[in-house]
């Protein structure tokens, strides 16, 4: 039996990550898993999620004596050919070095998963059925990228509901294919970038987080509603619901907090009178 808070070994809680969202699910041009191992063995107390490890994450992870971080995008993507105090990236690897810090991302697995981003994000919508845009050949049923998702809402309705549950009312991107009265029954669904998901999906409206310009004419010359909500806002509320999840495979041998310095990037500026 596990004893409340007193830490976990380092390999187990990648063992029960693993169990979580298996890393072989991710696509293959990811990078995921453990990606820093300290030299020594790691007992971990203390565990730092959050979606995008810049350096005020990597300071806070510090100032809070973190033993694990959980970087659901991997800031170790192309390959490292040096490590030096010349750029963001490796001085986030120096600091995770230097402080005997781990750190693992799951990126891509944790999307595919049931229960997973895909399907957080998808919780901004009444569900009638739910199923993958592109199911995983051999895993269990449910797995795969993006969702397809039928409902029965209005567009406008839909639009306040995703600012909602993103807990973004600021910015909020609607290419309109259809006016905010427009009863919508199909939602194509992909966090982060999902221009290439979604391609050719037969829906009322696709969410994502990006797209470039010539994709959202592509989807208004078929008919069809884009909404876009920034990259990181459609995947990092995941967070929340993971954190619970994980203290609970745990069995409370650790503690899991969620990064206070994790935002995105871009914001929404007013202009000034």
């Known amino acids: 039996m596990t004893k409340q808070g007193c830490g976990m070994d380092l390999m187990q ?5 693993e169990r979580f969202a298996p890393t072989t699910l991710a696509e293959k041009w990811d990078n995921v898993g453990l990606l820093i191992e300290p030299a020594k063995d790691k007992v971990v107390q203390k565990i730092l999620l959050t979606n995008d490890l810049t350096e005020p994450v990597m300071s806070e992870a510090v100032d809070k004596k973190v033993d694990l ?6 800031p170790i993507f192309k390959p490292l050919t040096r490590i030096t105090m010349g750029h963001w ?15 693992y991302s799951p990126h891509t697995a944790w999307d595919k998963i049931p229960g997973g981003v895909n399907d957080w994000l998808a919780q901004a919508v009444d569900i009638e059925d739910i ?3 592109i199911p995983e050949p051999g895993a269990e049923p449910d ?9 029965n809402m209005p567009l406008a309705k839909i639009v306040s509901a995703l600012q909602e549950h993103i807990e973004n009312d600021v910015h909020m991107a609607c290419a309109n294919g259809h006016n905010s009265n427009f009863n919508v029954k199909t939602v194509g669904i992909c966090a982060g970038s999902g221009g290439s998901v979604l391609q050719g999906v037969p829906a009322d409206l696709v969410i994502t987080g990006e797209m470039s310009h010539h ?5 208004n010359h078929n008919g069809t509603t884009v909404l876009l909500c920034n990259h990181s806002n459609s995947e990092r509320g995941f967070l929340r619901q993971f954190q619970g999840q994980f203290v609970d495979r745990l069995k409370g041998a650790c503690s899991v907090m969620i ?3 994790d935002t995105d990037p871009l914001t929404t500026k007013q202009r000034a009178n």
């Open 131 to 133: 199923k993958p845009l």
């Open 259 to 261: 990064s206070e310095m």
């Open 69 to 74: 971080i959980i970087s659901y995008h991997p």
């Open 89 to 103: 990236k490796e001085r986030v690897v120096a600091s995770c070095l230097v402080n005997n810090i781990a750190l």
């Open 215 to 219: 994709e959202v004419l592509d989807f």
């Open 13 to 17: 809680v990648v063992k029960q990550l």
């Open 143 to 151: 797995t795969g990228s993006g969702r397809l998702v039928k409902t």
